[in-house]
């Protein structure tokens, strides 16, 4: 498998997830930018987060769905005034994917649930197979997660208890860069990670740039719902590597920059 030399990758994940990607990218040989386009905040409602916390309590079930929605709950639950150990105390753990079961693992607890395709989808099928009907879930999440796994979990008879931990804003600090880049092409694959990040990446660049991005740009996803998303805004070249994670979204770009 060829090495990434002479290819400028952009980079647009959040700063404090960007660094290891860059690495990994430049540690193949290819040449990498920066830009994040989102920023991820906690809830400004600080009363409302401390109240959603306390359902917690009801729950026999908690569900990560990324390394954010772990890291943000557990900064909540420390501005709340708890310990982890005593919130966490005899809960089971749901999570998706590698990166996130690691992060919780090496906190210190464990995790009884990782599904074989990490989305929400299923770790919903899995966990409707693993549970009964008495099982209860605490899903701490974005703001902008999809209904699929607690409305599917609920039809499926299981109560869940959701705490919206934090939200994604467009980044736009660094627009006039962004432009100067796809302006004079010096760009030949862009990496999203999150449909948050698709949408920020549309609504900050120029129209007379959108046809550019439509169809001559490659981009690199995790994930079928950034794909999808992508799609939306007609974007034909689309790479997606099988197993979602960083590595593998390297490994796809390796395999696939002859085309660039």
Request: proline share 4%; net charge positive.
């Amino acid at each position: 498998m060829q090495s990434l030399e002479g290819i400028t990758v952009l980079n647009t994940r959040p700063p404090h997830q960007a660094q290891d990607l860059s690495k990994a990218i430049e540690q193949e040989g290819g040449r990498v930018y920066e830009l994040p386009l989102i920023l991820l905040k906690p809830p400004e409602d600080k009363l409302r987060l401390q109240k959603e916390l306390e359902y917690i309590h009801k729950c026999n079930w908690i569900i990560f769905t990324s390394v954010n929605s772990f890291t943000f709950f557990l900064h909540a639950v420390q501005e709340a005034g708890y310990s982890p150990e005593s919130i966490m105390l005899n809960k089971k753990v749901a999570v998706v994917g590698k990166k996130t079961a690691k992060c919780v693992q090496e906190a210190g607890y464990g995790v009884d649930v990782i599904p074989t395709v990490f989305n929400a989808e299923y770790l919903r099928d899995a966990l409707i197979a693993k549970t009964d009907e008495t099982a209860s879930f605490f899903y701490p999440r974005s703001q902008q997660a999809r209904p699929v796994l607690s409305s599917g979990l609920q039809v499926a008879g299981r109560r869940v208890f959701e705490m919206i931990v934090y939200r994604t804003i467009s980044n736009k600090a660094h627009i006039e860069q962004l432009h100067h880049l796809l302006k004079y092409r010096q760009i030949d694959v862009i990496i999203l990670t999150s449909p948050s990040a698709v949408k920020a990446l549309f609504d900050q660049v120029s129209c007379d740039l959108h046809k550019l991005l439509k169809e001559s740009l490659m981009f690199a996803v995790i994930g079928n719902i950034t794909k999808k998303a992508l799609q939306r805004y007609g974007v034909k070249k689309i790479m997606m590597p099988e197993t979602f994670t960083s590595e593998g979204l390297v490994a796809t770009i390796k395999k696939n920059s002859k085309q660039f």
